[in-house]
């Protein structure tokens, strides 16, 4: 398995411009999460999905940002419009069932000019 | 709510010293514990596992013991190398809302070795 792939790996924009970022989890896995990382908040959990369905994203920060998973080996999180303190690596990560350990993809760099 | 504490890094060593990293963790269940590594550019890794009490994680040298007296997680290393450094975080977790096991992480601690 290829694990969990993530693109683009460097995303350079400007503010007020749309941002989707991509993820394919591994497959047969039923659970896919996004977390944000930076220095000043460490890693933060964005949203989870359990079987395509989100559950609880009560970690995104603002109505900006939005994440889909329109089946099961595909999801996007989208910031809309983007802003300079959105600059962050983002992650997706993937799991089968309850009690195991992720697995990360390589993370995807956003940097917002 | 749950919560994971780990010592503040930088943790700078020589190669072949002993590696403590502490963690500690409070939790409502009954949790079970992970450390992750993160190497420069990449995401994180599972690096080993316990998922009961007096259970030891080992890989690539690399050992924790799930001590649920002290509720801690310490990881130990006999001999470093330059190749282990990384930062790692400690996480846990536990059943939760409708059996969801979303982990709890620690903000991790950076290991730099020298030669």
């Known amino acids: 398995d290829a694990g969990v792939i993530q693109s683009p790996r460097h995303e350079v924009t400007e503010m007020g411009q749309e941002v989707t970022l991509r993820c394919k989890p591994i497959?047969?896995?039923?659970?896919l999460f996004w977390y944000r990382q930076t220095m000043m908040r460490g890693l933060e959990l964005l949203i989870y999905?359990?079987?395509?369905?989100?559950?609880?994203d009560s970690g995104m920060p603002e109505d900006r940002f939005s994440a889909k998973m329109p089946n099961a080996s595909f999801s996007t999180l989208k910031i809309q419009p983007s802003e300079p303190r959105d600059s962050a690596v983002y992650f997706c990560?993937?799991?089968?069932?309850?009690?195991?350990?992720?697995?990360f993809g390589s993370g995807t760099r956003l940097t917002v000019v | 709510g749950d919560s994971v504490t780990q010592m503040e890094g930088p943790v700078t060593l020589s190669e072949e010293a002993f590696l403590t990293i502490n963690c500690t963790y409070t939790?409502?269940?009954?949790?079970?514990l992970f450390w992750y590594v993160q190497y420069p550019g990449e995401g994180l890794q599972l690096l080993l596992k316990?998922?009961?009490?007096?259970d030891k994680g080992s890989n690539k040298g690399f050992e924790a013991t799930y001590r649920k007296e002290t509720t801690s997680f310490h990881l130990e290393k006999g001999s470093v190398q330059v190749s282990d450094s990384a930062v790692y975080f400690c996480?846990?977790?536990?059943?939760?809302?409708?059996?969801?096991?979303?982990?709890?992480f620690g903000r991790g601690t950076s290991l730099i070795v020298h030669p």
């Open positions: 996480a846990l977790s536990d059943p939760g809302k409708g059996g969801s096991y979303i982990p709890t």
């Open positions: 999905f359990n079987n395509n369905v989100p559950i609880d």
């Open positions: 316990a998922t009961k009490a007096d």
């Open positions: 939790a409502t269940g009954y949790p079970s």
């Open positions: 497959s047969g896995h039923d659970y």
């Open positions: 990560a993937s799991r089968l069932g309850g009690g195991h350990g992720y697995t």
